[in-house]
């Protein structure tokens, strides 16, 4: 039968494993408020028994492990919920400051200030001879000018800083996949030994998570306890103990625009998840935004000067712009290998602007093709010579031989809206300069043109609708967007709740039950130490037996 030593060594092992497991408890009791934590528990084996007269004899308990009570799937699940939920509240609150930019209720937006300088060219048809309502046509004209450019300087500034996000951002995820890669070297330093490395895990899967959270990202453990992830559905971010540097870079064709690189190529649009992914699309909708306001703005000056020059004012001056022209925007490419460039643009015949956005591309070093990028249509065909002028559409411009001609594939962008809302300002400073009238005869009764100008208000010059129907087709487009970044993140988020409510159930730190296991713990260890005592005190009647 089992010897008095072997009971005495079963109490040992049950003491022993009485207080590794009250050490685990006791660890999990201390770290319930630690962000990331994982509930841990002692794995409880019974050690080898031994035979004995043919029958086997228990030989006590042994912790074989501490294991992790951890669901990968779910921390998986919460985790690209997270991403996503991260990225609709990115973009709604960029999408409500966009929308606040617009709307007329706070004053800021640009329907109260377009009718207003309509109204105020009635009351100078009403009244053409009268200084007053001139001065109230230039003030009010003055104000929608300022309006135009507020709006486009805070477009502007907000890019700026989406771009400056999107760069912190990135440096702030090649810093926590630095720390990854550190910590799969430090877990396959620990388990190489054949233990579980669990609380540098825990630290590994809050870094995981702080990174889905930027941007979305996939995991994949390997077999020595390393875990490789990979941005934007394939791109390696972490390998082993390497990681691999993201990079923001600005695009060539759009200094509001940047490129998210990793390992040598543009993933921006593979990016589905994250704040990066919110940076991202609101970029998107407020370079949209920015286009459309220059597109109004550009509408309103051409339309207004081309009836404003066909007027006369007191003075009987004549072919008067009442806004600043439109200026032409010239750039070229960055991939162009040759060595011309572009200068000496100007608007030549405001009637004929189409306000589109052109190309002129070379299909050598002596011809090129003009064509209207805004609707892929042909404009014109040309021989090139170094400085001649190239004219079509209203505007002129020059392409010069400087390091050397134009190359094969070479091109360069034309247009006359890009910054119309920048620029845009009032060119009329004499109120006697207003042109109401349609002839210097009918001078200064006349109001024929000045109703004219009024009329601009009701033409339909915007793609089929007029100006004000226009912008507030374009603040009703934000508002859907807006509403529906709202609604997506409203609902994500109880997604995200409800996983993490799972999560927790499963590995997060209950004190009651915890509480409930260090009294069981705690009794175990008593009547571990009671046996050993009964065993004692059973070797000291044996010794006192003479």
């Known amino acids: 039968m089992a010897s008095l030593n072997s009971i005495l060594d079963i109490a040992k092992t049950s003491l022993i494993a009485s207080q590794k497991a009250i050490s685990v408890t006791s660890h999990n009791i201390s770290n319930a408020n630690t962000p990331g934590y994982t509930r841990q528990r002692a794995v409880l084996e019974p050690m080898n028994p031994i035979n004995v007269g043919g029958l086997l004899f228990g030989t006590g308990v042994n912790v074989t492990s501490i294991q992790r009570i951890y669901d990968s799937f779910q921390s998986t699940q919460l985790r690209a919920a997270d991403s996503k939920l991260s990225s609709y509240d990115t973009g709604y609150g960029l999408m409500k400051t966009l929308e606040t930019m617009l709307y007329d209720v706070n004053g800021s937006g640009l329907s109260t200030p377009l009718d207003d300088f309509f109204k105020a060219f009635h009351n100078v048809a009403n009244n053409p001879e009268s200084s007053a309502e001139r001065s109230t046509l230039l003030s009010s004209a003055t104000i929608l000018a300022d309006r135009f450019n507020s709006i486009d300087a805070s477009i502007r500034q907000n890019l700026d800083n989406i771009n400056n996000s999107v760069a912190a951002q990135i440096d702030q995820v090649n810093a926590l996949a630095a720390q990854v890669a550190d910590l799969n070297n430090q877990i396959g330093v620990v388990e190489i030994a054949g233990v579980t490395a669990n609380d540098l895990r825990d630290k590994r899967d809050l870094l995981l998570d702080s990174i889905s959270k930027i941007v979305d990202i996939t995991t994949r453990e390997n077999e020595n306890g390393a875990v490789d992830v990979y941005v934007a559905g394939g791109s390696f971010l972490v390998t082993g103990n390497r990681s691999a540097p993201l990079s923001a870079e600005i695009n060539n064709s759009n200094p509001f625009l940047y490129d998210i690189i990793s390992n040598g190529s ?216 807006t509403n529906s970044a709202s609604t997506n993140a409203d609902a994500q988020r109880k997604v995200v709740e409800e996983l993490q409510l799972a999560k927790d159930s499963l590995s997060g730190v209950s004190l009651e039950e915890e509480a409930v296991n260090l009294i069981k713990l705690q009794k175990a260890y008593e009547a571990s130490a009671k046996l050993m005592t009964t065993a004692d005190k059973m070797f000291d009647a044996l010794l006192a037996i003479r």
């Open 266 to 481: 543009d993933i921006s649009g593979s990016i589905s998840g994250g704040a990066i992914k919110g940076l991202i699309d609101a970029s998107t909708k407020y370079r949209e935004t920015l286009d459309k306001i220059n597109l109004m703005a550009a509408t309103l000056v051409k339309e207004v000067n081309v009836q404003h020059r066909a007027g006369y004012g007191l003075d009987g001056s004549t072919g008067v712009d009442f806004f600043t022209p439109l200026a032409v925007n010239m750039k070229a490419s960055a991939g162009n290998t040759g060595g011309a460039v572009i200068t000496g643009g100007n608007v030549v015949d405001q009637s004929l602007l189409t306000l589109s956005n052109y190309e002129i591309r070379f299909t050598g070093p002596s011809n090129y093709t003009v064509v209207n990028t805004s609707n892929n249509t042909v404009v014109t065909n040309g021989a090139y010579t170094s400085g001649s002028a190239i004219s079509f559409d209203g505007i002129s411009f020059m392409i010069t031989d400087n390091t050397g001609a134009p190359a094969a594939g070479d091109t360069f962008r034309v247009d006359t809206v890009g910054s119309a809302a920048h620029y845009i300002g009032v060119a009329v400073s004499d109120t006697k300069q207003v042109a109401a009238a349609s002839s210097a005869a009918t001078v200064p009764g006349d109001n024929t043109n000045a109703l004219a100008m009024a009329g601009i208000k009701d033409l339909t010059v915007l793609n089929g609708i007029t100006l004000n129907q226009y912008f507030n087709a374009m603040v009703a487009d934000i508002g859907v967007v």
